[in-house]
């Protein structure tokens, strides 16, 4: 139980493009997901938290507008890069609280952008 | 603020050795604790946790970790590692409704 799928795993893009990144809780509903960076050989950054049928909440220094966050359903989130730029190249990461609460939280598998 | 400290960015190991991994919290309350392991290119796998009760949790793969609160820490061990083993190890600690990451453990794996 609670697995969280990640779609697509990996993207390239040209510059100045938007690429759109799914997230999903397979087998619970997710009212909170979060949305993490990963450059490589170090930690995850919390990008965004996520609550279905409101605003996402951004972490300070993360830019709204170019990563937009959707929470449509309770199994579905969505993060979108906007007019992406090879700086924006890195492994995002989505999780969902678990149905236990205590801050529990499953992980996708990622995904790979790639910016040429 | 909260954080999480993990001292050793990079350990290596034998196979079949013993294995601790270290974890430093700050925290003010009674913390959340999580250990996750990543494999290259994948996410997070939660190995164990602890919330409240026996310091001394088990987790998946043989790995259990110590909650020592006079010492703000929450280590991780294994009797004996196996090569599978080799990945990058997450402390966490949940506060103020997010987790919050160590900068994580390199573990290598020498035959």
């Known amino acids: 139980g609670a697995v969280v799928s990640q779609h697509p795993s990996r993207v390239i893009c040209k510059s100045g493009t938007s690429v759109k990144i799914e997230c999903r809780s397979l087998?619970?509903?997710?009212?909170?997901m979060f949305w993490y960076r990963q450059f490589p050989k170090q930690s995850l950054m919390l990008m965004a938290t996520s609550n279905e049928g409101s605003k996402a909440t951004y972490e300070q220094g993360v830019e709204k507008d170019k990563f937009l966050i959707n929470h449509a359903s309770l199994t579905l989130s969505t993060l979108t890069v906007t007019s992406a730029h090879p700086e924006d190249s890195s492994f995002y990461i989505c999780?969902?609280?678990?149905?236990?609460?205590?801050?529990?939280?499953?992980f996708g598998p990622g995904t790979r952008l790639t910016v040429t | 603020a909260q954080s999480v400290t993990q001292p050793d960015i990079h350990i290596t190991v034998s196979e079949g050795a013993s294995l601790e991994l270290r974890c430093n919290y700050s925290?003010?309350?009674?913390?959340?604790l999580f250990w996750y392991v990543q494999s290259p290119g994948q996410g997070l796998q939660l190995l164990l946790k602890y919330f409240s009760g026996d310091t001394l949790v088990q987790g998946i793969k043989g790995f259990e970790a110590e909650f020592k609160r006079s010492q703000s820490s929450f280590n991780l061990r294994k009797p004996s590692v196996h090569w599978s083993d080799a990945a990058e190890y997450f402390c966490a600690v949940g506060a103020a409704g997010k987790l919050i990451f160590g900068q994580g453990t390199e573990l290598s794996v020498k035959p």
């Open positions: 999780s969902a609280y678990g149905t236990s609460g205590n801050y529990e939280q499953y």
């Open positions: 087998d619970f509903q997710a009212t909170t």
């Open positions: 925290y003010g309350a009674t913390p959340y």
